[in-house]
Every structure is written in C-alpha cells, then in structure tokens.
C-alpha cells in the first residue's frame, strides 16, 4: 500500500512538472508574441508620423487593438484548454490517490489497534504465566517443605522401629533365658518330689525295733 502511494505521488509530481512547464512555455511565447505586436504598434506609430496625411491613424490603432485582443483572447484559451485537459485529469488524481491514502492511513490506523491489542492479549498471557510459575514455585517449596518433614518423621518411625525391635529380640532372648530357667526349676522340682517320695516310701516300709 505505501510503495504504491509513493510511487502514484511521484507519478503526479512529475506530471505537475511537465505541465508547469508547457505554462511557462505557453506565458513566455505569449510575452514574445505581445512584444512583438507592441513592437509593431511602436514601428507603426513612427510610420504613421511619417505618412502621408491621407493615412488615418485611428484605423491604424484600431487594427492593432483588435489584434491585440485576438492574441490575448486566445493566449486566455489556449491557457484555459491546457489547463483543463492537463490540471484536470491531475486534480482527479490528486483525488483518487487522496482517497487511496485516507484508506491506507485508515487500515493502517486500524493495523496499530489490533496490534495493541495483541499487545494488551500478550501481557495479559505472559502475566498469567508468571503467576502460575509462581504458585508451581510456591507449590513446589510447600512440597519439598512437607517431604522434608515426611523424611523426618519415617526416619523418627524408623528409628522407633529399630528400638521396638532391638527391645523384642532383648525380650526374646530373656524369654528364652527364662525358657530354659524355668526348664531347669522344672526339672529340680521334678528331682526334689522324687526325692521326697522316695524318703516318704523308706518311711512306709522301715520295720518297727
């Protein structure tokens, strides 16, 4: 859209130009055809100074006049068909390409809105973002604080673990020491009731003196 405007503005530049010239062209042969016909009024007073007074001067100037408004009646013209048939057309161009940058300055005016839309839409994405890297952040140090505080309570159960059972196997070998304590109590009390049966039996048969 810019490089087309550019180049119809320097398409309308030029034809401007060129006809401003063939105005110049058209004013300066206007100015030597009026010098010329100044000239000959000049010459023809001197003439008629010098003529016969049969001569009549006012028809003289009446000639020249008319000529001279011949000339510039039609230098009027020919300025006028040129201006039309070149300034013109040129003024309805000037009017499309006027026309033509309104609607690229509008499109472009509308191009920078959705662009600071976007703007504003990027923002808006880019700080939401931010929170949720944010609350992942937070997230993640509330879980690595409750890890923390999960490992040290598996290591205290742990630990508590170890004691139980460093306890149960304590009281396993007591309970086996008693096993075995009690086998032998058991088997002396078995030895002692022999014992005290058998003297009880040498009591029974022993003969009275």
Known sequence: MTDSNNLNRMQLESEIKSVKKELDSLKNGHKDEVYELCKKIKDSKVSVTFASKES???DTLNEMRAQYKK???KSLKDTEDLYKSKIEPIKDKVVQNTETVQSGKNELKEKRKQKQNLEIEIQGVLNKIRSLEKMLKDSNGRSNHEMIRLNKVILQMEAE???LRTQVEKQGKDYHNLLCVKGEMEKE??????LIQGFATDDRVTPAS
């Open 71 to 73: 000339l510039a009646e």
């Open 161 to 163: 673990l170890e004691q």
């Open 56 to 58: 009549k001067l006012s």
């Open 189 to 194: 009390i078995e030895e002692y009731r022999r």
